[in-house]
């Protein structure tokens, strides 16, 4: 089994800033794919950034030129850098993982979660 883990949420005040991580580990070859999601009450969880193994980034449009994602291949692990944070950013950030596994097994694993609250 793959499993993923974030942490670095928590309660930041508008204009701030958070660093999130995300930690995969187990029965990896590959990482295709290192994504953040979030999901705020009474929403539908959004893709918020993605990159791929080669360092090919796409963000969700609300958060282009505040947030940052990176990843570290040799260690399969990620972050999402977020900037000049606002209350609409407040929510569930969960990381998700896919690629292969150990004998070309697929994988499609999904962290925790961790709250990010920012007050206005």
């Known amino acids: 089994q793959v499993q993923v883990v974030e942490s670095g949420g928590g309660l930041v005040q508008t204009g701030g800033s958070l660093r999130l991580s995300c930690a995969a580990s187990g029965n990896i070859f590959i990482i295709n794919n290192m994504a953040w999601y979030r999901q705020a009450p009474g929403k539908q969880r959004e893709l918020v950034a993605i990159?791929?193994?080669?360092?090919?980034?796409n963000y969700l449009d609300s958060v282009k030129g505040r947030f940052t994602i990176s990843r570290d291949n040799a260690k399969n692990t990620g972050n999402l850098q977020m900037n000049s944070l606002k209350p609409e950013d407040t929510a569930v950030y969960y990381c998700h993982a896919d690629g292969r596994g150990l004998f070309s097994r697929d994988f499609d694993s999904w962290g925790q979660g961790t709250q990010v609250t920012v007050s206005s």
């Open positions: 990159i791929t193994r080669s360092g090919t980034t």
